[in-house]
Structure formats: C-alpha cells, structure tokens
C-alpha cells in the first residue's frame, strides 16, 4: 500500500501562468470540494410508500483550501508571493493563482491541484519572541488529482531561509510606541461572491463530475482589515494607562517585527486610517487590549505592508 502522507506533500503555486513558486508552509494544509445535492419528491398519491427522496447533482460549490505559510527574511519575496496576492487589488478585484499540493516521492508523483483560487482572508500573527505566520485561507474554481510527472520550472524557492522572528517588537498607536507588548494580530477578509452559472442547457448536460458544472467567476463584495494588540497593564507607565477604557477614530496603527529595530521582516503601517476600541483584560497579569480595524480606502492596500 502507498498512502498518501500530508507530511510528505509539498505546496506549490502558480502566478502568473507556467512561473511557479515553492512555499514554505507548515503541515496544516487542507483542501476540499463538495457537489451540490437537491432533493426530489417521489412521493405521490399512486406512490405513497416512495417516502424516500431521489436527489439530482448537477452542480459544484467552490473548492475550499487553507495553510500556514511562514513569515521569512529573504530579498526575493519568493516565499511572500501569496501575500500579495492576499493584499493587492486587480482594478476592484483580486487575482487569481493556480494552487498545487504535490506528493514527489511517489511514482508516478500525485498531485492535486486548485484552478482559479483566490484568497478570502490572511491573519498576521505576531508573537512575543515567537516565529511570525500567515494562516491563508481560500477558494477556487475546481479541485482535480492528477498522476504524472510534475516537473514545473522553479522560479521561487529558498532553500535555507531565515524564519522571522519578532524578537524586536514595536507597536505605536497615534504616533507613541507602547511597552510590555504580549503580542499582535491583523486579519484582512476579502469577501468573494461567486456567480450563478448554472443553465438549463448545462445541467441537463450533466452525466458525471467530469461535466458538472463548475463556479467560474467571482465578485468582490468588501473587504475588512482589522486586529487586535494585547499589551500588560504597567501603573508607572503613562503610555501604558492613557488609553485605557477609551476609542479613537482616524488613527494610526504601526506594528513592527524583527530580529533587531535595524533587520525588520514585518512592518505594517496605518497612518490616520484607523479606529481603535480598549478593553481590559482580567488575568493573573491585568492587560487591555487595542481592537483596531481599517477605515480607509487605500488605491493600494499593499503600501501599508512590508514584508
């Protein structure tokens, strides 16, 4: 028997067409497809023992998908390609990647792949001292498995990188830098309508999954981008206690993360775009917490992250 080991799958994308990039993730990665199953009545007043519906299946939902990718200190940006794909706009929508999960040590190699995905939402996870990660999820068209040979050309892949590591933290709201940080997170949510495509003429089409009908395309209803700072409550400290129990609107959030204040791999920077709520937090340490959220509208939302 040869089964197939999530530890032993690598995870490859694909943007634009035939460049392709190795990613360094952790072995969280899901995928899935499920068809849609409408019941039929067959009961009926000749019949009133068919108490058991028929279904007819003619259609799919949207191939669903997540994994953590690793926050890395490279100059290439190979490995941060999926975060700009999360962050970017492509006029008032989102590109589109191909997404492979691929099992190389089999013979033939096995893998699955995702057309048309796309990102729905990304959390920056920044921990005291900890190693930096980006849990993406997403959608796409359809989900297929494939046996051959996957051999595409390597345009992105480290080999040896450098995990980013937030052993500089520093995070300012409306201009102060505040101390005792425990940690931080910034999520953004696109939020991704699929379109209607199913025709009469298609689904009666329909004989199997090779000819189901599949989603094709997508809208872009919104987008939310907000987050949370935790920070221990210090009584010496005036920055520690000023914005306890109040808000803001139109302020400026800075979150910066790295080895050291002069090797950063993560700076995220929100000038007078944000609001902010602060509540404490009861615990055998007090601490209160920012809840921050975007209120602009950026041409670029990439301008305010640097990676």
């Known amino acids: 028997?040869?089964?197939?080991?999530?530890?032993?799958?690598?995870?490859?994308?694909?943007?634009?067409?035939?460049?392709?990039?190795?990613?360094?993730?952790?072995?969280?990665?899901?995928?899935?497809?499920?068809?849609?199953?409408?019941?039929v009545a067959k009961r009926t007043l000749h019949s009133l023992n068919n108490l058991?519906?028929?279904?007819?299946?003619n259609k799919a939902n949207p191939a669903d998908f997540s994994f953590t990718l690793y926050v890395v200190d490279e100059v290439s940006l190979y490995q941060h390609k999926?975060?700009?794909?999360?962050?970017?706009?492509?006029?008032?929508?989102?590109?589109?990647?191909?997404?492979?999960?691929?099992?190389?040590?089999?013979?033939?190699?096995?893998?699955y792949k995702i057309e048309n995905a796309v990102f729905t939402s990304g959390t920056f996870n920044i921990p005291r001292a900890g190693i930096m990660t980006v849990p993406l999820s997403g959608q796409g068209t359809k989900l297929t498995r494939t046996e051959g040979t996957f051999n595409p050309s390597i345009v992105g892949y480290d080999t040896t990188?450098?995990?980013?590591?937030?052993?500089?933290f520093i995070v300012s709201i409306q201009g102060s830098n505040l101390d005792n940080i425990q940690g931080a997170s910034l999520e953004l949510q696109n939020d991704i309508s699929w379109t209607e495509n199913r025709t009469i003429q298609d689904t009666q089409?329909?004989?199997g999954a090779?000819?189901?009908?599949?989603?094709?395309?997508?809208?872009?209803?919104?987008?939310?981008?907000?987050?949370?700072?935790?920070?221990?409550?210090?009584?010496?400290?005036?920055?520690s206690i000023n914005n306890l129990?109040?808000?803001?609107?139109?302020?400026?959030?800075?979150?910066?993360?790295g080895f050291s204040a002069a090797d950063l791999q993560l700076d995220i920077n929100m000038p007078n775009a944000c609001s902010f709520t602060n509540r404490p937090a009861f615990g055998e340490v007090f601490s209160?917490?920012?809840?921050?959220?975007?209120?602009?509208?950026p041409a670029n939302l990439n301008t305010y992250f640097t990676y």
């Open 210 to 239: 090779s000819n189901t009908v599949y989603p094709s395309s997508f809208t872009l209803e919104g987008r939310t981008l907000g987050g949370s700072i935790t920070q221990y409550i210090d009584n010496t400290n005036t920055e």
């Open 82 to 111: 999926p975060l700009d794909l999360l962050l970017d706009y492509n006029g008032n929508s989102l590109n589109t990647f191909n997404l492979y999960f691929v099992y190389q040590n089999k013979s033939p190699d096995v893998y």
């Open 205 to 207: 089409a329909v004989t």
């Open 52 to 57: 058991f519906e028929g279904s007819v299946i």
């Open 288 to 297: 209160q917490n920012y809840d921050f959220r975007l209120m602009s509208n």
């Open 245 to 257: 129990l109040t808000w803001s609107e139109n302020a400026s959030v800075r979150i910066r993360a």
């Open 161 to 168: 990188p450098s995990f980013a590591v937030s052993k500089e």
């Open 1 to 39: 028997m040869s089964f197939e080991f999530i530890r032993e799958g690598r995870v490859w994308l694909e943007y634009p067409t035939n460049t392709f990039y190795l990613l360094h993730t952790m072995k969280d990665v899901t995928f899935s497809q499920t068809f849609q199953q409408e019941g």
